[in-house]
């Protein structure tokens, strides 16, 4: 825990900023206080970072208020020159902290001119699945693949001066791609975790208290049963009236020791965490109750539409897992109150590597929704694999669900309500435990920033800050691994959108039938005569139905569904032709070869530039390089043996293949 990499802030990306003589005109307070500590403040300033009303004393801020827009926001901010002052202008503390990273990122403007920013969105959310202590069968951190938390350690938040230094860097990091709110709980939440929320809370005013200089709010998970378990009240009916008074008082209590405490994150009715069915109530009336706590205090309810049967009968081809979202949630549209915000995953199923976007988030025009993506790779390699997943996030967030004629793309029907990532890190020293996977943080940041950035431009900018003054060649290598690196982990596990065919439980590497006869919903149909799940809505389970015009009828045949979502919507024979040409059989075939073929590639590029990036972040990299391609080899082989196995044809290309 002493020594950890400085990710993309190494002292070097500083440099150029701490040599200037700066001058911040703020009110003060906790942010103001972070400004000055990271400057070098003096005298006959050439940087200035001025709130608004406080420009009147310096020419050059004064300059930038006769050019900026009369309101640049709440987080917005303006950069400007002035000769040879560089001027940050805000309305508040939070965009000058917004501004002042955004100079690390790129050189101020020319003389006279101007570069605005203003978020997307005002909540950009990281989720840390995070246990209190070590559980028995996920580690501490579920789904987390790099190490410990960074919060709790045996039970209690981690308090020593080392640990708190690391809690600051790791809010500077979160501010400076963007995140501005944090979970610090798993949202299965145990019953030690449940405490947090009463006789525990001074372990999350520990957290909140760390990370606010970097104008980041936290939020907690709660327990749906947390009137019962901690009030000792006979039920957790949320139209009982002590159910309601217990969460108002218990609300205000968390006020009155964190005063810009975020709100509440909840799993409910999910995969075996309580809530509001048990009571004979829907969704709405489960949020709304602590959305009425909530809002005298300006909190907001995240309610998880991650809501499915998790014990269903696989030999019953009715049920359709990716229908449940849409079915229990849609009829709810109006009902929720205006500080709930639906947390919908970016896909029906399961952050698998290739899903279609989730048809709720177009279906609830009166709701405010929030889009959840998973920056811990749990389907996408467990950061053994390098899987650069901004591409896919962004694929996700451009999609313009009803048609390319109207300019709602997902991004902006998420913008009420913001984006949650489930967060990738831990206590490891890459705090990602892949070096490379810091690339997925940063690049989360950015996009919940600003959606329409170019996944490759993210990429370019991460890559400069995190190897100052390399050689190009390790930047092109580094870039070149990521760049691409999504569509080859794709390309040698599920094919052609399928999803689920990775080991139960710990969901890494290959088990084509692991979920095939199990009650959890993921099942691929693969029989001797084809593959696939027909979710169309004349013979199969009526999913593509729950998509507007032009998706729905697009989806709903073989021949207009885009070939990397076919099997996710349709059953068909292995001889099926696709769009690309080949049939199915053989794009297996194929792409499970290339995908492998990829990644011993960039190992091979990897180990090149061994001489010009020493130390540890080679080294890791490097390892986990080894691991990569023995597990796609192993991804290749499993799957197209069992492919062939199952139809009898043999790959057109097996011969050369072999020798
Ligand atoms: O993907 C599944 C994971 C669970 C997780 C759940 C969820 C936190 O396998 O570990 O639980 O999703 O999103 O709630």
Not at 59 to 80: K, N
Not at 360 to 369: G, N, S, V, Y
Not at 492 to 498: F, I
Request: glycine residues 8%; charged residues 25%.
């Amino acid at each position: 825990m002493n020594t950890y990499d400085p990710a993309w802030l190494p002292d070097e990306a500083w440099h150029a900023l701490r040599g200037r003589r700066a001058l911040v005109l703020a009110d003060g307070g906790p942010i103001a206080d972070t400004l000055g500590g990271e400057l070098h403040e003096g005298s006959d300033p050439d940087l200035v970072l001025a709130l608004r009303h406080h420009a009147d004393t310096s020419d050059a801020a004064r300059a930038a208020v006769r050019r900026a827009p009369a309101d640049l926001g709440p987080e917005g901010y303006a950069v400007t020159t002035h000769g040879h002052t560089t001027v940050v202008l805000a309305e508040s503390e939070h965009g000058l902290l917004y501004g002042l990273f955004d100079l690390l990122r790129a050189d101020p403007p020319a003389d006279g001119g101007i570069r605005l920013e203003r978020p997307h969105t005002a909540l950009r959310k990281l989720d840390h699945w995070d246990n209190l202590s070590v559980h028995p069968r996920m580690g501490q951190v579920e789904r987390g693949y790099a190490g410990g938390s960074l919060f709790w350690d045996d039970g209690r938040a981690r308090n020593t001066p080392e640990e708190l230094r690391r809690l600051h860097d790791y809010g500077r990091l979160l501010a400076s791609c963007g995140i501005n709110a944090i979970t610090v709980n798993n949202v299965n939440v145990h019953e030690d975790a449940a405490h947090l929320l009463t006789d525990r809370l001074d372990d999350v005013v520990t957290i909140a208290d760390a990370l606010r200089p970097w104008g980041i709010r936290v939020h907690l998970s709660v327990s749906y049963a947390a009137p019962v378990l901690l009030g000792g009240l006979p039920t957790a009916d949320p139209l009982a009236p002590d159910v309601r008074a217990w969460w108002q008082r218990t609300t205000e209590a968390v006020y009155e020791a964190i005063d810009d405490f975020g709100g509440y994150t909840v799993k409910a009715d999910s995969e075996g965490q309580p809530g509001p069915h048990s009571y004979g109530r829907d969704h709405a009336q489960g949020a709304n109750l602590l959305a009425a706590a909530l809002a005298p205090h300006g909190g907001v309810v995240h309610w998880r539409a991650f809501v499915y049967d998790h014990r269903q009968d696989w030999r019953d081809r009715s049920t359709d897992r990716a229908r449940a979202a849409y079915d229990e949630f849609t009829p709810l549209d109006e009902q929720f109150d205006a500080n709930v915000i639906l947390q919908v995953k970016h896909g029906p199923i399961d952050f698998q590597p290739r899903e279609p976007v989730s048809p709720l988030l177009a279906a609830m025009p009166r709701t405010r929704l929030a889009i959840e993506v998973q920056a811990t790779q749990e389907y996408t390699g467990q950061q053994q694999h390098v899987c650069y997943l901004a591409p896919m996030w962004s694929e996700v967030l451009g999609f313009r669900p009803y048609g390319e004629d109207d300019a709602r793309t997902i991004a902006d029907l998420g913008a009420s309500g913001g984006f949650a990532a489930v967060a990738n890190t831990g206590n490891s020293p890459f705090w990602c435990g892949h070096p490379l996977a810091q690339a997925n943080l940063y690049a989360y940041g950015r996009l919940a920033w600003n959606p329409a950035l170019d996944p490759d431009t993210v990429l370019a900018e991460w890559t400069h800050l995190t190897h100052p003054g390399a050689p190009d060649l390790v930047r092109t290598t580094v870039r070149s691994a990521l760049e691409g690196s999504w569509r080859t982990y794709e390309k040698y596990t599920a094919p052609l959108g399928v999803g689920f065919m990775v080991r139960p439980h710990h969901h890494y590497g290959p088990d084509v039938d692991g979920y095939e006869y199990t009650p959890w919903g993921t099942y691929h149909h693969a029989d001797r005569d084809g593959v696939g799940v027909d979710r169309t809505t004349v013979t199969g389970t009526g999913y593509s139905g729950q998509y507007p015009e032009p998706w729905s009828d697009l989806y709903d045949s073989p021949g207009t569904c885009p070939d990397e979502l076919l099997l996710f919507f349709h059953h068909v024979p292995y001889t099926h032709r696709l769009h690309s040409g080949r049939t199915v059989i053989q794009h297996i075939y194929d792409t499970h070869a290339e995908g492998c073929a990829e990644a011993e590639e960039a190992r091979r590029r990897w180990q090149r530039i061994a001489h010009l990036l020493p130390g540890e972040r080679h080294r890791e990299t490097a390892s986990r390089y080894e691991e990569q391609v023995r597990c796609a080899r192993e991804w290749r082989d499993q799957i197209n043996a069992y492919f062939h196995r199952k139809s009898g044809i043999p790959d057109e290309r097996g011969a050369e293949r072999r020798e």
